[in-house]
């Protein structure tokens, strides 16, 4: 009989308590307005950009033998996932060559690998101070750019990146 009572006395508090948490919303999951995209599809992307440019115009710098190897040597780092070697061979290379636009760009190409954007448009707007402005460099630039913009939700600033993207490309003379 005192183990009834007892009972009886105690399971009203579980009940209220169930009852009160029933009557709880959860707060409301905001969801993103874009998913992120992963480096490797902005990294697509960019690279696509520079393949479809075919302006008359494509300026191509002589190459050195050093800068070159170091170029390839980062290349099969970053095709192979390792982009903290891939930065450093690059950065290398830019300590003998701190203006060349394609050595620019392709460490902010890294850069994006790595997520660090900030430092990825830094550098695509240095290359495309120092660069020809036109041609397969240029689009890869801007589309660096761009692809920046739209990951950090600033759609106007995506919008005239891929304005200064069309610029790259010279139309050449129709002959008949």
Same mark, same amino acid.
Not at 7 to 32: D, H, K
């Given at each position: @009989?005192?183990? #009834?009572?007892?009972?009886?006395?105690?399971?009203?508090?579980? #009940?209220?308590? $169930? @009852?009160?948490? *029933?009557?709880?919303?959860?707060?409301?999951?905001?969801? +993103?307005?874009?998913?992120?995209?992963?480096?490797? *599809?902005?990294?697509? $992307?960019?690279?696509? $950009?520079?393949?479809?440019? %075919?302006? #008359?115009?494509? #300026?191509?710098?002589?190459?050195? +033998?050093?800068?070159?190897?170091?170029?390839?040597?980062?290349? *099969?780092?970053?095709?192979?996932? /390792?982009?903290?070697?891939? *930065?450093?061979?690059?950065? %290398?290379?830019?300590? /003998?060559? +701190?203006?060349?636009? &394609?050595?620019?760009?392709?460490?902010?190409?890294?850069?994006?690998?790595?997520?660090?954007? $900030?430092?990825?448009?830094?550098?695509?707007?240095?290359?495309?101070?120092?660069?020809?402005?036109?041609? +397969?460099?240029?689009?890869?630039?801007? &589309?660096?750019?761009?692809?920046?913009?739209?990951?950090?939700?600033?759609?106007?600033?995506?919008?005239?990146?891929?304005?200064?993207?069309?610029?790259? /490309?010279?139309?050449?003379?129709?002959?008949?």
């Amino acid at each position: @009989m005192f183990l #009834v009572r007892r009972f009886l006395r105690a399971w009203p508090l579980p #009940v209220a308590a $169930a @009852m009160l948490a *029933a009557c709880t919303t959860p707060a409301p999951i905001e969801s +993103p307005k874009r998913p992120a995209l992963a480096p490797t *599809a902005m990294i697509a $992307a960019i690279r696509a $950009a520079g393949e479809r440019e %075919q302006s #008359v115009i494509a #300026v191509q710098p002589l190459a050195d +033998p050093g800068i070159s190897a170091w170029k390839q040597a980062a290349q *099969a780092d970053s095709d192979a996932g /390792h982009y903290d070697a891939a *930065a450093a061979k690059l950065d %290398q290379a830019l300590k /003998h060559s +701190p203006d060349s636009p &394609e050595l620019l760009q392709d460490r902010a190409e890294v850069a994006v690998y790595q997520r660090d954007y $900030a430092l990825a448009q830094k550098l695509a707007q240095q290359s495309w101070t120092l660069g020809p402005k036109l041609g +397969p460099l240029c689009a890869r630039n801007w &589309e660096t750019i761009t692809q920046l913009r739209q990951e950090a939700d600033d759609e106007a600033g995506a919008a005239t990146a891929q304005k200064w993207l069309a610029k790259c /490309h010279v139309q050449g003379i129709n002959r008949y």
